[in-house]
């Protein structure tokens, strides 16, 4: 039998810990996004407070000097604000864009100095003093109004995003490294759990299933004598009838009920009766062909089906061992017993109806004119 109680249990924990498991992932990888998406947003503020701080600074520095028309001065102190690695181009102009001194970063990383008197359009508000964009492409651009003292021109840097490409992927990296093993834990415990899940679920339907068959083959089967009960009368009749009707073959229909047999269980008990039965029920069983069946009806009462029967001579024949098999005396707790039986026969297709219910009533009437005419006796209904 199954425990339900525990079975309920077990299924309760490991439902339990594979929510805890799924929702604990997704908790983790929710708060790995968060952290790094809070991050970037963090460092673009960042950036955009260190750029303008730069833009400032370095305006200032390059104020003097300008003003001073130095530009061997100017230069150098360009030069040295290439040392930030994220400058790609600073250019120096005067208050209406004109380029008075650039620096563009080679490939090579060196900062390479040319003059050129072009213009750059100063889109931005030049009554603004500091304009920072930050493009899609993660370029930054800066406008830094020039201004010791008296507005004398621009400096305009532009920067790549290099730091901030390293910084991302190496948070993405260290994200990598916390996440993957706790979820290749996860996915391993999950899958332990799952294949523990379902191995107490196929052991459940297994038991079930056991339980089920165990209490159908109960139903279906007399606890005395162990043969099938009247429940299984319908099924077995209606197998002989159809494979009657394809071997162009007949089906007997046997009632058998014993005669004498209240006056065993009045002088010796009931439970020397039922050992009467048990013994009755092997004998018919032994003498019956594989293909016949019997069926315990009730009480004291049998129903034989003899299948692939070719001729009414062949039943009796049947019949007639059956009888002397069980007319042979029986010894049971030391007392020898002689029983003997009223016999109603029904004959398929003969009998005229192919209705299991009519045949198997059919059978039973003639028991019933067998035990008027004296018990012992065979009597045929057709």
């Known amino acids: ?111 390479n100095l040319f003059f050129d008197l072009t213009s750059i359009a100063i889109d931005k508000d030049k009554e603004v003093d500091t304009h920072v964009n930050i493009e899609d492409d993660g370029k930054t651009k800066v406008w830094q109004k020039i201004n010791p003292g008296v507005p004398i021109g621009w400096l305009y840097l532009e920067l790549s995003n290099t730091t901030e490409e390293l910084i991302l992927a190496k948070l993405k990296t260290n994200i990598l490294l916390v996440t993957t093993p706790i979820f290749l834990i996860l996915v391993v415990v999950s899958l332990f759990i799952n294949r523990n899940l379902k191995k107490n679920i196929d052991q459940k339907e297994s038991l079930m299933n056991e339980e089920k068959n165990y209490w159908n083959s109960r139903a279906q089967e007399d606890p005395l004598t162990k043969l099938p009960n009247r429940m299984l009368l319908y099924d077995h009749v209606k197998a002989a009838l159809e494979q009657a009707n394809m071997m162009r073959s007949q089906v007997g229909i046997v009632f058998f009920d014993l005669d004498g047999f209240k006056e065993v269980n009045d002088q010796y008990g009931h439970a020397t009766g039922d050992q009467l039965l048990i013994q009755i029920s092997r004998r018919l069983v032994e003498n019956l062909r594989p293909m016949d069946r019997v069926i315990r009806y009730g009480g004291d009462e049998f129903i034989i089906i003899f299948n692939n029967i070719h001729s009414r001579e062949e039943l009796e024949s049947l019949i007639e061992r059956l009888s002397a098999e069980i007319n042979l005396p029986f010894e049971i707790n030391g007392h020898m017993l002689n029983i003997r039986a009223s016999i109603g026969v029904t004959l398929y297709p003969l009998d005229g109806t192919d209705h299991i219910d009519e045949l198997i009533s059919h059978a039973d009437e003639a028991m019933y004119v067998a035990k008027t005419l004296g018990k012992n006796q065979v009597y045929w209904y057709c």
């Open 1 to 111: 039998m199954i425990d339900r109680r525990k079975e309920g249990k077990n299924l309760l924990f490991y439902k339990l810990s594979a929510w805890t498991i799924g929702l604990s992932f997704v908790a983790i990888l929710l708060s790995s996004i968060w952290t790094y998406y809070s991050v970037i947003q963090i460092y673009k503020k960042s950036r955009l407070n260190n750029v303008e701080q730069l833009g400032r600074g370095a305006a200032l520095a390059i104020g003097d000097k300008l003003l001073a028309r130095d530009y061997a001065e100017l230069e150098s102190v360009l030069k040295r604000l290439f040392l930030n690695t994220d400058i790609n181009i600073a250019v120096v102009t005067d208050s209406d864009g004109k380029r008075i001194l650039s620096l563009i970063r080679e490939k090579s990383g060196e900062a």
